[in-house]
């Protein structure tokens, strides 16, 4: 019904930049509400940020807040996150997700349940 599909990953230094794009695509009803998501080698899948369908609301994990951005074009269904800053620690696959749901300004919680989900894309910091 709805596809996602991300990409921008790679390998960068620490201090780099980068920006992941998530395009959707299929039955997009209306704006999605999306979220980012990471999970390292052995780890258990951590919540990163997320952007209500409207765009205009936020929110993000601590260990990335003031360093990463969340954002979204609604005209080509697409959302970004921005992160500046890297660090080794942040090494994981990178997943987006959406939802159709929820009101227009209401920004998915942590543990929320989304619809939808990406193949996911590798992003790895090295020292």
């Known amino acids: 019904q709805v596809q996602l599909v991300e990409s921008g990953g790679g390998l960068v230094q620490a201090g780099g930049s980068l920006r992941l794009s998530c395009a959707a695509s299929?039955?997009?009803?209306?704006?999605?509400?999306m979220g980012w998501f990471r999970q390292a080698p052995g780890m258990e899948r951590e919540f990163v940020a997320a952007?209500?369908?409207?765009?205009?609301?936020?929110d993000y994990a601590d260990s990335v807040k003031g360093r990463f951005t969340i954002s979204r074009d609604n005209t080509k269904n697409m959302a970004y996150l921005r992160m500046n800053s890297l660090k080794p620690e942040d090494t994981a696959v990178y997943y987006c997700?959406?939802?159709?749901?929820?009101?227009?300004?209401?920004?998915?919680?942590?543990?929320?349940?989304?619809?939808?989900w990406g193949q996911g894309t590798q992003v790895t910091v090295s020292s």
């Open positions: 299929g039955r997009t009803l209306n704006y999605l509400a």
């Open positions: 952007i209500s369908r409207s765009g205009g609301y936020t």
């Open positions: 997700a959406a939802d159709s749901t929820l009101p227009w300004t209401a920004v998915p919680g942590k543990q929320f349940r989304y619809n939808y």
